[in-house]
């Protein structure tokens, strides 16, 4: 007999509990495929899940569609908001610049400015993302959008381009020492750029607090320490999600490229080696945002004391945004 809604909700409450449950919600989340959802899709899928909460179910309807309908409405809906997030936007769009830091380095003027542009428009897009994905239980006035996405592409491409010129310029250290850099900057210049990009574009959530939850679901309270752990932790998902993509593509591409097949043909040395670069992408992805639950949890007693004093509730629960 098949399980209720219920009882799953009941297990994935605490499957998300661990890091194995988190992942492999959030890798429904990422698939690509819904980005195609129509939206007439979307809004039965929606009328779904409405008709079960309210006991309305159309008789025939299975737990598989069920999920189906959810897994849709956690891909495209913000939970704050319960509106459509913009196709591009979603996480399952995230796109990351770390591959150009692996195939593209920059050594000529020319590769620096490519390197440049595109690491803008890479950036941009970021923003966006974190953007859309923050914990939007505040509005944002566009003001301050305009200036969050500002200086979030300008600090992330100053570090990244920044310290990629730099060391095409270090004259002083020998041929060695260089190639040895070049191969270590870009980690620390992607990982600074995208804590900046996150910590900027969602920086009205420090001034403006985060709505803070109880048992029942109920608002207690608007917390900036709350929105100052959310933002850590988003963070430094941004800091893990790039290491396997320095790690994975060299060891995978230093066996293909002995096999005969490419040995004799060196053009296909590049497309392949983006394919493996967007492949460990689309893998690091999930693991690095189910490092942490998107529905966090915090003890009242590290909260504002006005907080303590509106609830009877030892732990409040807040959205973290991805």
């Known amino acids: 007999m098949a399980l209720s809604l219920s009882c799953w909700n009941e297990l994935r409450s605490v499957f998300q509990g661990s890091f194995l449950g988190r992942l492999r919600h959030f890798v429904d989340v990422i698939d690509p495929s819904t980005l195609f959802v129509s939206e007439q899709r979307l809004k039965d899928s929606i009328k779904l899940l409405d008709d079960y909460k309210h006991g309305s179910l159309p008789p025939g309807v299975s737990d598989c569609q ?158 900036k320490i709350a929105a100052r752990h959310a933002i850590m932790e988003t963070a430094f998902t941004r800091v893990v999600l790039p290491m396997p993509i320095f790690v994975l593509p060299p060891i995978i591409m230093s066996y293909l490229e002995r096999l005969r097949f490419l040995q004799s043909r060196r053009r296909l040395l590049l497309p392949i080696h983006s394919l493996v670069c967007l492949v460990t992408f689309g893998l690091s992805l999930p693991v690095a945002i189910s490092l942490f639950p998107q529905m966090s949890q915090i003890e009242v007693s590290r909260l504002e004391p006005e907080i303590a004093m509106a609830t009877d509730c030892k732990v409040v629960t807040y959205n973290k945004g991805l």
């Open 66 to 223: 069920l999920w189906e309908a959810q897994k849709i409405k956690q891909a495209i809906i913000h939970p704050d908001t319960g509106e459509k997030i913009f196709m591009p936007f979603r996480m399952s769009g995230m796109t990351s610049d770390e591959d150009l830091c692996r195939i593209w380095p920059g050594r000529s003027a020319p590769a620096t400015v490519f390197y440049s542009e595109t690491h803008w428009l890479n950036q941009s897009h970021n923003a966006c993302v974190n953007y859309a994905n923050r914990n939007a239980t505040k509005p944002t006035p566009t003001s301050k959008f305009l200036q969050g996405y500002v200086g979030a592409v300008t600090s992330a491409v100053s570090i990244a381009v920044g310290l990629n010129v730099l060391i095409q310029k270090a004259n002083k250290l020998s041929p060695a020492t260089r190639m040895i850099i070049q191969r270590l900057v870009p980690f620390p210049a992607v990982a600074s750029a995208n804590i900046c990009n996150v910590g900027l574009m969602r920086h009205n959530e420090l001034s403006e607090g985060i709505d803070v939850l109880d048992g029942n679901g109920n608002v207690v309270g608007s917390s």
